[in-house]
């Protein structure tokens, strides 16, 4: 077999020089037939498109040191583009009430509802008007590893501090080959793994996670499986955020997680910050824990949604699929909002029981 060119070679961009078919023993005839030629692993040539520029970068271990990280929801106008009013106000009510970082565009934020250019134009958009104040985690995860890798570039590319990547979903690999997907986008800069194989399908065992803890990019992981789970990974050193919030307050004080990446700090980021810093608080948690039950009685992000809207702090606008909480659920929401203190919730405005006729429906986005 002829060898590969030198990199620089490669770089200048000199063809590869391989066999000829009428030559070589990879072409040797055998029982009459052509023997195909035998495959070549051919090294990665493609260098990281990142930047040493300092001004918005940040270490891994800035991450890892992230008590109360907050999945943003993003708002609409009511032609279903990006509200950038609503969210700004979003993002600088979650600054001053305490969350210290965000993640842009993940399922909250209905990312798997944008285009690449929406989402990689918000991740950047919030880097330039918050980045200062609040470290900013782009979802640029996909099932595709190609797709996964540039829309990471773009990412860091426009400042965000840290990506967030689930595994492939739908279109499900093997083990060694969600080791080879997280080590290929892990090369781009601090990521935090996700695992939610009730939306995935598939679980991140902890062996594919030991496998890839030495890689000095890994801030760590977003874990939904369980707080069993989470201590597994705590036990060993292994940075871990609850992914779900009705098991937070447990997982930070007696399994040793780190923090919570979380849906309810949309509408109350102070309380969930007391849970992450304030001590066990057990009469704290149970506090909120029917507002926590109420926002995901149905896929989340349709209770947010609607609660934000209802908040007024959004417009009643939702890109379908998505449609709002039926209306005995949208009274539901304005009684627990009475009875845990409109003053801990986002925005100033009455709570209110939105009609049917409000909410704006959008299918062309």
Same mark, same amino acid.
């Given at each position: 077999?002829?060898?590969?060119?030198?990199?620089? &070679?490669?770089?200048? %961009?000199? $063809?590869?020089?391989? *066999?000829?078919?009428?030559? %070589?023993?990879?072409?040797?005839?055998?029982?009459?037939?052509?023997?195909?030629?035998?495959?070549?692993? #051919?090294?990665?040539?493609?260098?990281?498109?990142?930047?040493?520029?300092?001004?918005?970068?940040?270490?891994?271990?800035?991450?890892?040191?992230?008590?109360? #990280?907050?999945?943003?929801?993003?708002?609409?106008?009511?032609?279903?583009?990006?509200?950038?009013? +609503?969210?700004?106000?979003?993002?600088?009510?979650?600054?001053?009430?305490? +969350?210290?970082?965000? #993640?842009? @565009? =993940?399922?909250?934020?209905?990312?798997?509802? /944008?285009?690449?250019?929406?989402?990689?134009?918000?991740?950047?958009?919030?880097?330039?008007?918050?980045? $200062?104040?609040?470290?900013?985690?782009?979802?640029?995860?996909?099932?595709?590893?190609?797709? &996964?890798?540039?829309?990471?570039?773009?990412?860091?590319?426009? =400042? /965000?501090?840290?990506?967030?990547?689930?595994?492939?979903?739908?279109?499900?690999?093997?083990?060694? @080959?969600?080791?080879?997907?997280?080590?290929?986008?892990?090369?781009?800069?601090?990521?935090?793994?996700?695992?939610?194989?009730?939306?995935?399908?598939?679980?991140? *065992? !902890?062996?594919?996670?030991?496998?890839?803890?030495?890689?000095?990019?890994? +801030?760590?992981?977003?874990?939904?499986?369980?707080?069993?789970?989470?201590?597994?990974?705590?036990?060993?050193?292994?940075?871990?955020?609850?992914?779900?919030?009705?098991?937070?307050?447990?997982?930070?004080?007696?399994?040793?997680?780190?923090?919570?990446?979380?849906?309810?700090?949309?509408?109350?980021?102070?309380?969930?910050?007391?849970? /992450?810093? =304030?001590?066990?608080?057990?009469?704290?948690?149970?506090?909120? /824990?029917?507002?926590?039950?109420?926002?995901?009685?149905? *896929?989340?992000?349709? @209770?947010?949604?609607?609660?934000?809207?209802?908040?007024?702090?959004?417009?009643?606008?939702?890109?379908? !699929?998505?449609?709002?909480?039926?209306?005995?659920?949208?009274?539901?929401?304005?009684?627990?909002?009475?009875?845990?203190?409109?003053?801990?919730?986002?925005?100033?405005?009455?709570?209110?029981?939105?009609?049917?006729?409000?909410?704006?429906?959008?299918?062309?986005?």
């Amino acid at each position: 077999m002829a060898t590969l060119k030198s990199y620089g &070679a490669c770089l200048r %961009g000199s $063809a590869l020089q391989l *066999p000829s078919p009428k030559s %070589g023993d990879s072409y040797k005839r055998r029982n009459g037939k052509w023997r195909s030629p035998q495959a070549a692993v #051919i090294p990665n040539f493609h260098l990281p498109m990142r930047s040493l520029e300092v001004k918005n970068r940040t270490s891994v271990d800035d991450i890892k040191s992230l008590r109360l #990280i907050t999945a943003i929801k993003t708002p609409y106008l009511p032609d279903g583009r990006f509200d950038l009013e +609503a969210y700004d106000d979003l993002v600088n009510m979650q600054i001053v009430q305490g +969350a210290e970082g965000i #993640i842009v @565009g =993940g399922t909250t934020g209905e990312g798997q509802l /944008m285009s690449w250019d929406e989402h990689i134009m918000l991740i950047g958009h919030t880097v330039n008007c918050f980045g $200062a104040s609040i470290k900013v985690i782009g979802n640029t995860g996909s099932n595709s590893t190609r797709e &996964a890798i540039h829309a990471s570039e773009q990412g860091f590319a426009v =400042g /965000m501090h840290a990506a967030l990547h689930i595994n492939p979903y739908y279109g499900k690999t093997s083990m060694e @080959g969600l080791v080879q997907h997280f080590n290929s986008v892990l090369s781009m800069g601090p990521t935090i793994i996700y695992n939610v194989p009730s939306r995935t399908g598939q679980d991140i *065992p !902890p062996r594919v996670i030991h496998s890839l803890s030495d890689n000095s990019n890994l +801030a760590g992981i977003k874990e939904c499986v369980g707080n069993d789970r989470i201590k597994e990974y705590t036990d060993k050193g292994i940075v871990v955020w609850s992914g779900n919030d009705d098991q937070c307050h447990d997982a930070r004080w007696n399994y040793a997680a780190t923090g919570v990446i979380s849906v309810t700090s949309n509408l109350v980021p102070g309380l969930m910050r007391e849970l /992450m810093f =304030g001590g066990k608080y057990p009469s704290l948690n149970s506090k909120l /824990m029917p507002l926590i039950n109420w926002l995901f009685e149905e *896929p989340n992000p349709i @209770g947010l949604n609607t609660a934000l809207a209802q908040l007024g702090v959004v417009r009643p606008v939702f890109r379908l !699929p998505y449609v709002p909480l039926p209306l005995e659920k949208r009274i539901e929401f304005v009684n627990l909002v009475k009875e845990i203190g409109r003053e801990y919730f986002v925005g100033d405005k009455d709570v209110q029981v939105l009609d049917d006729d409000d909410f704006v429906l959008v299918d062309r986005y």
